[in-house]
């Protein structure tokens, strides 16, 4: 049993990192990846690499962030970041990062649209968690983000495209892309973890609406949050990941929402997920 709150991650990035025109968000962000995990109190973080940075070297941001229980650091970037894409992506760093820093532990796979499939097979995913496990000195749980828009197909494992990576992987991520599939949160949920069992979930919860560049409606946020409490208290939920300080502090309802819920339920002893097995899995593989 733990606390609520410490099953949260913070979605870190450098302030501004999502400050874009196609965004639209308001005001100026400065908070500090740091500064936002001791607001809200949370100890694990996971660190977006985005075009405005971190850049090499790492050890500044691993320095700041020292002080965390966990810190994930994101190996494969999102879509608009090519760096070494032909290569490893930025896992030599962060390689770099873990025998340095004690408390890093995971590596975060992000976007892989038609591009990023086609040049990073899941041949190559399992080379660098090979490489990750031959030279980190403790085990280190590779991250893997699966959109809502993912699921479409998976009953046909074989040929879909995003199914054979998840193997691979020790813990998914999923995000709801548009806002307006919230309402079917329940069921993707239980649709993704009936198709792959046995995997720790993540659950993405976001402060904006990006797809539509909006403030994300009261509704769709007050149904994240309720379905993560709903999914802790099942045994059914890891964490969660909160997206991000970079929305934080620019006047935004939903970070009043998710204070509000923070402060009420964040202190509530939690189970620890029930990893279901391929027998418990095939019911749900029926959503």
């Known amino acids: 049993m733990t606390k609520l709150r410490d099953r949260i991650y913070l979605y870190a990035a450098v302030p501004g990192a999502y400050h874009t025109p196609f965004y639209a968000l308001p005001g100026v962000n400065k908070l500090e990846p740091a500064e936002a ?166 659950l993405g919860v976001y402060l904006w609406d990006f797809s539509q560049g909006k403030p994300l409606a009261d509704e769709f946020m007050q149904m994240q949050l309720d379905v993560a409490l709903e999914r802790f208290r099942a045994g059914k939920l890891d964490s969660i990941s909160l997206c991000s300080n970079c929305i934080m502090g620019i006047g935004i309802k939903a970070e009043e929402a998710f204070l509000r819920w923070l402060d009420k339920y964040g202190d509530e002893e939690i189970q620890d997920q029930i990893l279901n097995t391929e027998e418990t899995s095939k019911e749900n593989a029926r959503v």
């Open 37 to 202: 995990c001791r607001k809200l109190g949370l100890n694990k973080a996971v660190m977006d690499v985005t075009l405005r940075g971190p850049f090499y070297p790492f050890d500044p941001v691993s320095e700041e962030l020292s002080f965390l229980d966990e810190l994930v650091w994101t190996v494969i970037p999102s879509g608009g970041v090519h760096r070494n894409e032909e290569g490893c992506f930025d896992m030599e760093e962060i390689i770099r990062q873990i025998q340095r820093f004690p408390n890093v532990g995971g590596v975060f796979c992000d976007d892989f649209g038609v591009r990023r499939r086609a040049i990073c097979p899941p041949e190559r995913i399992q080379h660098m968690k090979d490489c990750l496990s031959a030279s980190a000195p403790r085990k280190i749980d590779m991250w893997m983000v699966v959109y809502n828009y993912d699921l479409l197909g998976m009953d046909n494992a074989l040929s879909h495209p995003i199914y054979p990576y998840l193997p691979i992987v020790d813990v998914m991520s999923f995000w709801t892309w548009h806002s307006f599939h919230l309402k079917v949160l329940r069921e993707h949920l239980d649709y993704l973890m009936g198709r792959v069992p046995g995997k720790k979930l993540n």
